[in-house]
């Protein structure tokens, strides 16, 4: 799900590109210097989770993890995201540096909605944690997909096929991610629960 240069009118490349940067720039505020080994794994495991792709028509499905990014990180998920697809756009191309900030807002907007909904709605046993994790999880996917759909569109009608097909090529994995999602959610519970706590979620001061 990444968006090529080129693809975007100037100006939405260019909004995209200051909005991304306003929105990492208040997440690394909110990110403290002891979650950044935690930070760190997680934009290994989002850059690793999105090299594998399988085309489909004239786009390609793959893992996307948004979601789960939200769950484990809270603020800091946009950060993890942005770093991810700039690496992945540095060293395989995947994506743009014009088309970066686009890419990092319709993945990293619904991380942190996922991660917020997580931290509100967890509840405190594991089939909680599990449900709402798993929610998390394919909504994150989905509300990158529906984005990713808008976003495309507004380079013209040439794109509105393509933009109903990268919606359309995403359901099965709405799914996956979900049962990812609450997997790892249950994993994380069982063995090591201070991984889901996402305290400065309650607040959005």
Do not use: Y
């Not at 756009?89 to 088309?99: I, K, V």
């Not at 967890?122 to 944690?129: A, K």
């Amino acid at each position: 799900m990444h968006i090529s240069d080129g693809v975007l009118p100037i100006s939405v490349a260019l909004g995209s590109g200051v909005a991304s940067l306003a929105v990492a720039a208040w997440s690394v505020r909110q990110t403290d210097a002891d979650d950044l080994p935690k930070v760190a794994v997680v934009t290994a495991s989002f850059f690793v989770s999105s090299l594998i792709h399988v085309p489909l028509g004239p786009t390609s499905v793959h893992l996307l993890i948004p979601g789960l990014v939200g769950v484990l990180l809270g603020r800091s998920a946009f950060l993890a995201i942005l770093l991810g697809l700039l690496l992945q756009s540095l060293l395989f191309q995947f994506g743009g540096l014009t088309a970066l900030g686009a890419n990092a807002l319709l993945m990293g907007v619904p991380a942190l909605a996922c991660g917020l909904l997580f931290s509100k709605l967890r509840g405190t046993t594991q089939r909680q944690h599990v449900i709402v994790g798993g929610l998390a999880g394919g909504g994150g996917t989905l509300a990158s997909a529906v984005l990713l759909a808008l976003l495309l569109a507004s380079g013209g009608e040439d794109f509105f096929g393509v933009a109903k097909l990268a919606l359309l090529s995403h359901l099965p994995v709405f799914v996956v991610e979900g049962l990812v999602s609450a997997f790892t959610v249950s994993f994380l519970f069982r063995v090591k629960p201070e991984l889901l706590r996402q305290q400065r979620l309650g607040a959005l001061s």
